[in-house]
């Protein structure tokens, strides 16, 4: 079943059924400011993202997106869909790249769920493991991987609502 984003909060262990599939609601378009500043601060000097007559040489005739980039991008689009009460991420595996990102594509993730299971050492959490995808406006899958992450139960420690309680009164009218 594929289902949207569940709005403010993220999904509690409980809330995961395995084949469910969540989208991002949003896409984010990937600037090349953005891939300027990645590659900066990772010190990354491969001159394929940097220097674009060296890049318009190769075989993708432009600049591209660091990899790991996208793969953050990525993630960050699934969190509100998948791993916003996550306690901890466990591991990664198989990440794939079977296409290029260039500066000015736009990205969206979509998420799938393969495994749920309790967890053998938090009697509040469980084990949550999904593949994720990126997809860029021209239909083409960017990135794929499988993530897994650690999310507390419905009412267990950690799962708390983060919005501050207030006993104050109203003062507009």
């Known amino acids: 079943m594929t289902r949207g984003s569940p709005g403010p909060g993220g999904r509690f262990f409980d809330d995961f059924r395995v084949g469910d599939t969540y989208r991002s609601a949003r896409g984010r378009t990937v600037l090349e400011a953005d891939n300027t500043w990645f590659t900066l601060l ?3 000097t491969n001159q394929i993202h ?9 075989e993708f005739g432009d600049c591209l997106v660091v990899s790991t980039l996208t793969l953050a991008i990525i993630v960050g689009l699934s ?3 998948t791993s916003e009460y996550a306690l901890a991420n466990l591991g990664w595996k198989d990440i794939r790249l079977p296409a290029p990102v ?4 736009t990205l969206w993730a979509e998420s799938e769920v393969l495994n749920i299971r309790e967890s ?19 239909s083409d899958v960017v990135i794929e991987f499988v993530r897994s992450f650690l999310v507390p139960k419905r009412g267990g420690s950690g799962a708390a609502s983060q919005f501050p309680e207030t006993s104050e009164e109203w ?3």
């Open 79 to 81: 969190v509100a869909d």
């Open 102 to 105: 260039y500066a000015g594509d």
């Open 120 to 138: 053998g050492s938090r009697p509040n959490c469980g084990i949550v493991e999904v593949r994720t995808r990126g997809i860029n406006q021209r």
């Open 42 to 44: 990772t010190m990354n």
């Open 50 to 58: 940097f220097n674009r007559p060296f890049a318009e040489e190769t």
């Open 171 to 173: 003062r507009v009218k």
